[in-house]
């Protein structure tokens, strides 16, 4: 019983590491790809 606890609390805790580093980095790639989406598009026209 306790060890299925600490299993469920080392989830929760993976769970809040897994949001904290990875709303900031998809922020970032979705500003990336938009960087990247004008980059290819000057590459088309120019």
Do not use: C, D, N
Not at 9 to 20: E, G, H, M, Q, S
Not at 32 to 39: T, V
């Amino acid at each position: 019983m306790r060890r299925r606890e600490a299993g469920q609390a080392t989830l929760f805790v993976w769970f809040v590491w897994f949001v904290v580093i990875f709303q900031p980095a998809r922020r970032m790639s979705i500003e990336l790809a938009r960087e990247g989406g004008k980059l290819a598009h000057y590459e088309v026209s120019g």
